[in-house]
């Protein structure tokens, strides 16, 4: 039985002039991650994964330097392409991630379909989670969308932006298993001391 932790990054620096995949943690986002240091789940952890996405990489590095452990990329861990419409105020961006959302086989703005960043990191999380050789825990460090996506598909539920995660910036998580499939619990702050 190996525990799966899915981690999405927390909050970030916001800017119009680079590209979203670009954008680092905030301060605020580093001292929730640095925070998350103290829960339980993180000792068990011995294989770190993340997105190429910076504010991904910045969340994993803070957790790996914490662990001794290498972090390793992938691209297939990213979240939704949003890339056709860049940077979106956020009033426009909600809304068109309520259609992103609400239509999963239907492309909103020319993003990602739902359906097709579910299908993405579904496989990347279970490719990565079978081939990995270690003994402990896997941490995921990725993305808000794309873990809503994931969690929908483990725990049977249609996709839906209802079990998208808090509205606190990020920095949330989730834990399961894949054999036999389990799902311990809908996301939970990093940085809110649990057992």
């Not at 190996?2 to 620096?13: E, G, K, L, M």
């Not at 103290?38 to 590095?61: F, L, M, N, R």
């Amino acid at each position: 039985m190996r525990r799966v932790i899915f981690i999405s990054h927390p909050n970030v620096v916001i800017s119009r002039e680079i590209p979203v995949p670009q954008w680092p943690l905030s301060s605020l986002g580093r001292s929730r991650m640095a925070a998350s240091l103290v829960q339980p789940w993180i000792q068990g952890i011995s294989a770190i994964y993340c997105s190429t996405e910076q504010k991904s990489i910045d969340s994993a590095e803070i957790l790996a330097r914490h662990l001794s452990l290498e972090i390793q990329q992938d691209r297939d861990l990213g979240e939704n392409d949003r890339s056709s419409t860049g940077f979106l105020p956020p009033d426009e961006f909600e809304k068109v991630a309520n259609q992103f959302f609400a239509a999963p086989d239907e492309s909103a703005r020319g993003w990602e379909t739902a359906l097709a960043a579910q299908q993405r990191i579904v496989e990347a999380v279970g490719r990565l989670a079978n081939a990995d050789g270690t003994s402990g825990s896997i941490a995921i460090v990725s993305h808000g969308a794309v873990g809503t996506l994931l969690y929908c598909h483990l725990s049977g539920q249609s996709i839906s932006r209802r079990w998208d995660q808090p509205s606190n910036g990020g920095g949330n998580f989730f834990t399961f298993q894949l054999s036999p499939l389990q799902v311990f619990s809908w996301w939970k702050p990093i940085d809110e001391f649990m057992l």
